[in-house]
């Protein structure tokens, strides 16, 4: 928000929308993460340190990454629906909303374990992610195509090409999660 403040473009998220958001994308997800069966072998590794903190300097630049691509995924598709699909700015930042929607939904497969099967996981197999994800995905859909809703989040359907953009914009930091925890699993860092 601060960005586009300062770049002079509409921010590419409301207030109003930002708690639909809040209320939709991690709770549901979040509570289905929790009902997952977890590490089976959880009991065989050893205990942490008693004087290490449970986030650690690759945990807060994971945490930071993951802020900046996303950051950069929306506002990237703000920029591009305004710029190369020239929409409206009540469209484009419909396309920043659903990009960011979707962008925190796709994050709970960078949740699954590192060295695990990308396609088989603990999240993959987790049914409660997949209700998770058709519910948010229902809502938000709701929000965007219910009139009375959409009116109060001021959204509205965006044409084929912005949900495309959507769509390929909001699986750039799953791509950069799963990536970058490809690359640690290959240097063996924890």
Not at 22 to 40: M, S
Request: net charge negative.
């Amino acid at each position: 928000m601060g960005l586009a403040f300062l770049a002079s473009a509409p921010l590419p998220i409301l207030p109003l929308q930002i708690l639909f958001l809040n209320l939709i994308t991690d709770v549901f997800p979040a509570i289905a993460l929790g009902l997952g069966e977890g590490d089976q072998t959880v009991m065989e590794k050893p205990p942490r340190e008693p004087d290490e903190p449970i986030l650690n300097h690759r945990h807060w630049l994971a945490i930071g990454g993951y802020g900046l691509t996303t950051t950069a995924a929306v506002l990237g598709a703000l920029v591009l629906a305004l710029n190369w699909l020239q929409l409206d700015e009540r469209q484009a930042v419909t396309v920043s909303f659903l990009t960011l929607a979707l962008t925190q939904l796709w994050h709970v497969f960078n949740m699954a374990e590192q060295g695990s099967s990308l396609l088989r996981n603990e999240v993959t197999c987790n049914p409660f992610i997949w209700g998770a994800l058709a519910l948010c995905i229902g809502l938000v859909l709701l929000g965007v195509y219910l009139p009375g809703l959409s009116l109060v989040l001021t959204l509205v359907a965006p044409r084929t090409d912005g949900w495309l953009l959507v769509v390929g914009m909001s699986l750039i930091p799953l791509l950069v999660g799963q990536i970058s925890k490809g690359l640690f699993s290959l240097r063996g860092i924890e």
